[in-house]
């Protein structure tokens, strides 16, 4: 009789008076080190009951996923819910070692992120979840077009005097990348301005992200650019995908800024020796900014661009196991269960250009020298670039 009449006051309560809802979902990064990043959330839960409720328990489940990548999940038991608004903070952690999957996500995906976050509300005694809204937001980045130009810039200085070589043209885009290695397809074109030839020897490069070292090689082939002439020289540049993590660290610890720096120099065969030259003009530098949750502003904009986000509650699914437990954990709870992540559908931060951020009631789908002297392309790897036939 004890339990039947629980049961009806509880049914009374919800279900006479009103169901409660989660109107909002705010995040935040919290403490970040060298193998976790803490993400703090606040669920706003409106209780239009004149009662608070406990009821046996609440539970909180809730679940971050980039570009269907779940980044971060945790449970907290034992809630309590007072009438009318309040307020229910979270402590969510997200292992490093899922940057890595992400950022190759993210590049394969054009630069383009779908974020997803899901939170449940679920009352073990009523067997009832409360409807919580999806927040969805798009974040998209554009790392590599500024090194495509078109301006000449001359480098080292001839014995004879004026530039030893001119760069009249530079383009790039991303070329393979998997989760060993980032890489980025370069062309030079190249102009020798002198009445001699210019025997190039080696092409070489270093790459670094707030200082962190992310990739440096040299070609080893040679080949000669003709006087007066003007060729193409094609180079891959590779980023180290296991330092991507340690990039991550800086970038959240930067305010979510990132500094790309990419500094080239050739080695040239002169008559009076080999002259390796640093290539100042060619210099490639980047600033990456992103604002993951849209949080960074008052005006919820990072890079100038207006970003918005409205919340409907709809109903929750009852959320299922987490294929990652273990992984990522929450406060307040033993296990893991999460809501089912949305897959991207290519399987798999930055001045980043935040997109808008909105509540939706479903997932969203996330050759050695040649006779005419001509360079030869070598394969690319981790510690070499490869250059490709002089044209």
């Not at 009523?126 to 798009?138: D, I, N």
């Amino acid at each position: 009789m004890t339990v039947v009449a629980v049961l009806l006051l509880a049914g009374v309560v919800f279900f006479v008076f009103g169901q409660p809802t989660v109107t909002d979902v705010d995040n935040r990064f919290g403490e970040v080190n060298e193998t976790t990043t803490v993400i703090e959330s606040d669920l706003t839960v409106r209780n239009p009951n004149p009662v608070g409720a406990s009821l046996g328990g609440l539970t909180v489940d809730y679940a971050i996923d980039l570009n269907g990548i779940r980044m971060a999940n945790g449970t907290k038991a034992g809630v309590s819910m007072a009438s009318g608004r309040s307020t229910i903070p979270m402590t969510t952690t997200l292992a490093n070692e899922r940057i890595p999957p992400w950022w190759v996500s993210h590049v394969r995906n054009g630069e383009r992120t779908e974020l997803a976050v899901n939170a449940d509300v679920h009352s073990s005694l009523l067997g009832a979840s409360f409807g919580a809204p999806q927040v969805t937001r798009t974040i998209e980045t554009d790392i590599i077009s500024a090194f495509n130009s078109t301006e000449d810039r001359p480098v080292g200085a001839s014995p004879t005097g004026g530039p030893l070589l001119v760069i009249r043209e530079t383009s790039a885009e991303w070329g393979d990348v998997d989760a060993a290695a980032t890489h980025i397809d370069m062309q030079f074109v190249v102009h020798n301005p002198n009445s001699h030839p210019i025997p190039v020897s080696e092409l070489g490069y270093r790459a670094t992200m707030n200082g962190v070292e992310m990739g440096t090689g040299a070609t080893e082939d040679r080949g000669v650019i003709p006087p007066g002439e003007t060729r193409t020289i094609e180079a891959t540049t590779t980023l180290n995908n296991e330092n991507i993590d340690e990039w991550w660290v800086s970038h959240l610890r930067n305010d979510q800024v990132t500094e790309l720096r990419i500094d080239f120099s050739a080695r040239v065969e002169l008559p009076s020796g080999t002259v390796e030259i640093p290539l100042d003009p060619l210099t490639y530098t980047r600033t990456i900014e992103t604002d993951i949750f849209d949080n960074k502003a008052d005006d919820g904009s990072a890079d100038g661009e207006d970003g918005t986000e409205t919340s409907t509650p709809t109903p929750t699914a009852t959320p299922g196991e987490d294929d990652d437990a273990g992984l990522l954990d929450g406060d307040g709870g033993t296990g893991t269960p999460t809501p089912t992540p949305t897959p991207n559908d290519d399987g798999s931060l930055l001045d980043g250009t935040e997109g808008t951020e909105t509540a939706t009631e479903a997932p969203t789908p996330t050759p050695p020298p040649t006779d005419d002297g001509g360079l030869l392309s070598v394969g690319a790897h981790a510690d070499a670039v490869p250059v490709a036939p002089v044209r």
